[in-house]
């Protein structure tokens, strides 16, 4: 298996690792330079490592999803 993918390749990855996210989605962060790509002709090529780092948020670039039950107060 090769770490590098296209978006529709990296959609199936991401959702067979637990990981939703819609092929929408994922176009819409290439074409705002969210995730880093690299093109070949007009395919855009994910490393799927930074794609998981991304969407669990490692790295402290963005806060992870809370782990309370709503409407409880951690505190």
Avoid: H
Avoid at 8 to 13: G, I
Avoid at 42 to 56: D, E, G, H, M, S
């Amino acid at each position: 298996m090769t770490n590098v993918v296209t978006i529709r390749e990296a959609v199936e990855l991401a959702r067979s690792d637990g990981l939703p996210v819609s092929e929408y989605t994922l176009r819409r962060w290439v074409k705002t330079g969210t995730i880093p790509v690299r093109t070949a002709g007009r395919k855009a090529l994910i490393f799927y490592p930074n794609l998981v780092r991304f969407l669990t948020c490692q790295g402290g670039g963005d806060v992870p999803p809370s782990t309370t039950k709503p409407g409880v107060n951690p505190l």
